[in-house]
Structures are given as structure tokens and as C-alpha cells.
């Protein structure tokens, strides 16, 4: 009966109260947010069906023509914050965008805008930008053209036309090249972003742009691949790939290409030694290439008496360390690879990487797949690499 009574009271408090504050109405900064929410959705739903007047009419274009060449299946906005100024904002916001045809979820990013308001009280976004902290978009870059491709699609800023072409025939030419060997149970279709400059990449990836020097491209995505997140991203660095022959450049899409096609076997339980060397094993199937011309840093280090006492640790391969160090580990992995291939059969390596990545942690998995897919142990198959680099590269 107690609690019935203070039940009462609070609701004949409210009531009291509603003259004069409006008890539990809206506040301002509720308002404010629903007002923002609208002219975002507005916003969204202009973009989406390529309306550039009705886009104008919620605020700054500038977005539209950066945007406009992007293929999407669907745009988003989620207010999670409004910070009122006078008479403007600035909103806290969740965006989710899907490219068409290629992403099998939503990408999240945060994003922040700032709003002004006219006087009968309608919002119009004023600006658009990443969140503190958060990476930048592609269109952040500068304005998107886009090059359709038989199984990719790439993105660029600041790039002519032409030359986004020549990725998307290096991209076609990769996806059935890894088909081939990995076999057909991914995607097989590839995004890759091309930004204006280094720092562009940096930017897209949230990370100083020293990180990436000398690095032709990265690939970003989901390890494990639970088929919630959206398709990986082949991020090049216009600059390192521009230097590479034509072959570099094929080998490096191959290579990229390969961790988006194993992506899903790719677990924390997957040193990088594999990932790396499967992905460069790929790269450098059938080119002719020898293991001296494809691994010269460390046939330099065996020719001088420096053969490996094991393989590449994960920590090698640092983009941020030596660049003679962070060489010679990916030739050791795909030196690995190499050898698995020519010593048990490119079926056996196909199956060695996937055992390794399903056994989901590290500690134990490289034993057992070496055991039951080898048959061998860490030892001995240590033992076989380094005598496998002294030969080849000695």
C-alpha cells in the first residue's frame, strides 16, 4: 500500500507541475535532435535517389558531387548527440553506407555536422567530417570517380580515369588467378580505393602516413570473417605502387586480392608469416620469378652467413620497423609457403592454412595442423625451411 501511495503522489506531482515545466515533455536538446534527425533523413533519401535539389534544400552540396559517382544500396544517419550554439549545432552522428553489389553489410563510421538554423526554425547541415579520431572517407578526399571492372569496383580521388582503368584490369585479373588457387568460396569481387597521395591513404586508415612508406597497399577487414561485416578494402598508396614495374603492381593486387579471398579462414590463430606468405605465394604463381629475384633481402642476409634461426615473428612484420627487416619477413613466409607446395602439394598448403585459421586461437593451432595435415612438427618443419632458404637463396 506504501508504494501505491508514492505512486500516486508522483503522478498528482506531474500533473501539478505540467502548466508550468511540461513534466516529462521534450526539452530543447530533444527537439534540437529529432529537428537534425529529419533534415538528415531528408538528406539521405535525396542522395539515394540521386535528387540533388532536394539534397540542396537540406544544406551545403558539396557532399552531393564528391558523392554522386559512389554506388549505393543504402545511406544512414543515426543522431547520437546534438550540442546547441546560438543558432546553430553541432550533431554527433553514426553514418552506415553500403556500396552496391559489393558489401554484404553496412561500413559504420562516426561522423560529426554542423548545422545552422533559419528562423522559422528548419536545420541545414553547413558541414560534414569524420569524427575526432575516426578515419576519413574516400569522399572526404576530394570528389569520387568510380571504374566498374568484370569483378571489381574502384574508387579514386584525384585520379584520371585511366589510370583507376588499369586497377580494375590488375583487380580482374587477380580474382580468377586467386579462384584458381584458393578456390571459389568467397566473394571473388574486389574494392579497391585509390586516394590522390600518401597521406590520403594514411587518412583512409586512420594512421600516420610514416606507417605507409615504401608500402604499395594494405587490405583492411574483419579477421575471421563471421559474414557481418562489410567487404574488405584494398587501400593503395599511390605513390609505392607508381614506382613498381608492371609485374610489382600485379603481384601486390594478387597479393591483396588473396586476403580478401581468405579473409573468412584468416583468425587470430593465423600467424603472419602464413597470411603474408600464402597471399605472396599467390602473387608470384606462375610469373617465372625465382626465389633469389623474389626474395633479394634475404638472400643478401644467407649469402652473408645470416640464415634465419626461425621463422618471421609477428612482430617482424611492423611497417613501422626496418625496411629490410620487414622485407626479409615476407620472403620467409612465402618461402614457407613455397616450400609447403613443392614438398606436400599445393592441395596440402590450401588445407594447412585453413586448419591453422579454424582452430579460432593461437596457442596449439600451428602444432596441430602441422601434425595433421603435414604430418610434422614445429621442430622438424623448422628445420626443413631453413635448410629449404639455404638452398635456394645460398
Known amino acids: 500500500m506504501a508504494g501505491r501511495r508514492r505512486t500516486r503522489g508522483a503522478a498528482a506531482l506531474c500533473l501539478l507541475l505540467t502548466p508550468l515545466a511540461g513534466c516529462g515533455g521534450?526539452?530543447?536538446?530533444?527537439?534540437?535532435?529529432?529537428?537534425?534527425q529529419r533534415v538528415l533523413d531528408q538528406r539521405s533519401t535525396a542522395l539515394l535517389h540521386h535528387d540533388e535539389t532536394a539534397y540542396g534544400a537540406t544544406g551545403t552540396r558539396a557532399e552531393y558531387a564528391r558523392l554522386r559517382a559512389l554506388p549505393l544500396a543504402s545511406w544512414a544517419y543515426r543522431v547520437t548527440g546534438v550540442h546547441?550554439?546560438?543558432?546553430?549545432?553541432?550533431?554527433?552522428?553514426?553514418?552506415?553506407?553500403?556500396?552496391?553489389?559489393?558489401d554484404k553489410a553496412p561500413v559504420s563510421v562516426h561522423r560529426t555536422l554542423t548545422l545552422s538554423r533559419a528562423p522559422h526554425g528548419r536545420w541545414y547541415v553547413t558541414a560534414d567530417r569524420p569524427a575526432e579520431k575516426a578515419g576519413r572517407q574516400l569522399w572526404d578526399e576530394g570528389t569520387v570517380t568510380a571504374v566498374r571492372g568484370a569483378h571489381s569496383l574502384v574508387l579514386g580521388t584525384g585520379q584520371p580515369a585511366g589510370t583507376l582503368r588499369g586497377y580494375a584490369r590488375l583487380a580482374d585479373h587477380a580474382v580468377p588467378a586467386v579462384s584458381g588457387a584458393w578456390g571459389t568460396d568467397w566473394a571473388r569481387r574486389v574494392v579497391v580505393l585509390v586516394p590522390r597521395t600518401l597521406q590520403g591513404m594514411a587518412g583512409l586508415l586512420g594512421s600516420p602516413a610514416s606507417d605507409y612508406r615504401g608500402i604499395a597497399a594494405v587490405t583492411t577487414g574483419e579477421v575471421g570473417g563471421s559474414g557481418k561485416a562489410p567487404a574488405d578494402r584494398v587501400v593503395v598508396n599511390p605513390e609505392a605502387?607508381?614506382?613498381?614495374?608492371?609485374?610489382?603492381?600485379?603481384?601486390v593486387l594478387t597479393h591483396e586480392t588473396t586476403h580478401v579471398a581468405t579473409r573468412a579462414h584468416t583468425t587470430p590463430a593465423t600467424p603472419l608469416w602464413l597470411s603474408e606468405g600464402y597471399a605472396d605465394w599467390i602473387g608470384y604463381l606462375d610469373t617465372g620469378r625465382t626465389a633469389a629475384e623474389a626474395a633479394p633481402e634475404l638472400a643478401r642476409a644467407v649469402?652473408?652467413?645470416?640464415?634465419?634461426?626461425?621463422?618471421?615473428?609477428?612482430?617482424?612484420?611492423?611497417?613501422?620497423?626496418?625496411?629490410?627487416?620487414?622485407?626479409?619477413?615476407?620472403?620467409?613466409?612465402?618461402?614457407?609457403?613455397?616450400?609447403?607446395?613443392?614438398?606436400?602439394?599445393?592441395?596440402?598448403?590450401?588445407?594447412?592454412?585453413?586448419?591453422?585459421?579454424?582452430?579460432?586461437?593461437?596457442?596449439?593451432?600451428?602444432?596441430?595442423?602441422?601434425?595433421?595435415?603435414l604430418g610434422t612438427t614445429p621442430a622438424a618443419f623448422t628445420a626443413r625451411w631453413r635448410q629449404y632458404v639455404s638452398d635456394q637463396l645460398g
Open 84 to 102: 546547441t550554439t546560438g543558432s546553430g549545432a553541432t550533431a554527433d552522428a553514426e553514418l552506415r553506407y553500403r556500396v552496391a553489389g559489393y
Open 241 to 251: 605502387y607508381a614506382v613498381l614495374g608492371d609485374l610489382g603492381k600485379q603481384v
Open 26 to 36: 521534450p526539452t530543447a536538446a530533444d527537439t534540437a535532435r529529432t529537428g537534425v
Open 303 to 373: 649469402r652473408a652467413g645470416h640464415t634465419p634461426a626461425g621463422l618471421p615473428a609477428d612482430g617482424d612484420f611492423a611497417f613501422t620497423g626496418d625496411p629490410a627487416k620487414l622485407a626479409r619477413a615476407y620472403e620467409g613466409g612465402w618461402l614457407a609457403c613455397r616450400m609447403i607446395a613443392a614438398h606436400w602439394g599445393r592441395s596440402r598448403l590450401d588445407a594447412f592454412y585453413r586448419a591453422v585459421g579454424d582452430h579460432g586461437e593461437r596457442s596449439g593451432a600451428l602444432p596441430q595442423a602441422l601434425n595433421q595435415v
